[in-house]
């Protein structure tokens, strides 16, 4: 088989990777290898050069002290970014830098930190904590799985697509709307830790259909048994995480 290279760029690993968001990284590393492409995987931390492909995004949380520590940097690569959200590459921000993909974020304290707009959504700090397993449904990816730990409440503005719905387990945004996350193009922002990835495959199949149509106009899985039969082992296992995730307790 012919090496067909998808770079997948995590950014700000270094302050903004807590509750085991690295862990996105690492399932779309080994899915891409199993669909049989190289996955080249870039580490983008403040002042580091920006990498000559891009075909994915992928962001963690981080707590407000690593949001005005990347800050300077972010906003440097603004432009880049939205640019590369309009030419459709994926991108998955989890909490922290889904917050700064909105509009701005006000901390509990009155400071506010402006974001780059890609989502049309702000965020403020408030006392109370939301912390626990979420379930929410997606029309795209049906029920999807994760774990939210955030005190900041999101809120969308008209028109917004949100990522999913919560209709019991959890707040979501805002533990007001029963929203949580939100969509544009091919960018995804969530609330979810977990790491979200390995329970929920549908969402990592997504991001990985749009890096490869982004680079090679199509996805086109090369795979041996070995990797179709791996691949199956992989799905069956994250839908046994998926069910004792679901019935666990907040």
Not at 222 to 249: C, F, N
Request: aromatic share 10%; charged share 25%; proline share 5%.
């Amino acid at each position: 088989m012919s090496a067909r290279p998808i770079d997948v760029m995590s950014i700000y690993p270094k302050d903004m990777n807590i509750y085991g968001d690295w862990g996105n990284v690492l399932t779309i590393k080994r899915r891409l290898a199993l669909y049989g492409y190289e996955p080249v995987i870039h580490a983008y931390n403040q002042g580091d050069p920006w990498p000559e492909h891009v075909d994915m995004i992928l962001g963690g949380g981080g707590q407000d002290s690593g949001q005005e520590k990347i800050a300077d940097d972010f906003f440097k690569r603004a432009d880049t970014l939205r640019a590369l959200a309009q030419q459709d590459v994926p991108m998955l921000m989890i909490c922290g830098m889904y917050q700064l993909f909105g509009e701005y974020f006000e901390t509990i304290d009155g400071t506010k930190l402006d974001g780059i707009g890609i989502f049309g959504v702000y965020t403020e700090g408030r006392e109370k904590r939301m912390i626990g397993n979420l379930l929410e449904h997606s029309d795209q990816f049906g029920d999807v799985i994760g774990y939210e730990n955030h005190s900041g409440q999101t809120f969308l503005r008209d028109g917004v697509t949100p990522f999913g719905h919560v209709d019991h387990e959890g707040c979501g945004n805002n533990g007001e709307d029963h929203s949580e996350g939100a969509r544009v193009r091919n960018v995804i922002g969530t609330y979810m830790h977990g790491p979200l990835l390995p329970k929920n495959p549908k969402v990592s199949d997504f991001l990985i259909n749009a890096a490869a149509t982004h680079r090679y106009g199509q996805f086109q899985p090369q795979q041996s048994d070995a990797q179709k039969a791996e691949l199956a082992h992989i799905d069956a296992l994250a839908a046994s995480a998926r069910r004792v995730a679901a019935t666990r307790p907040r």
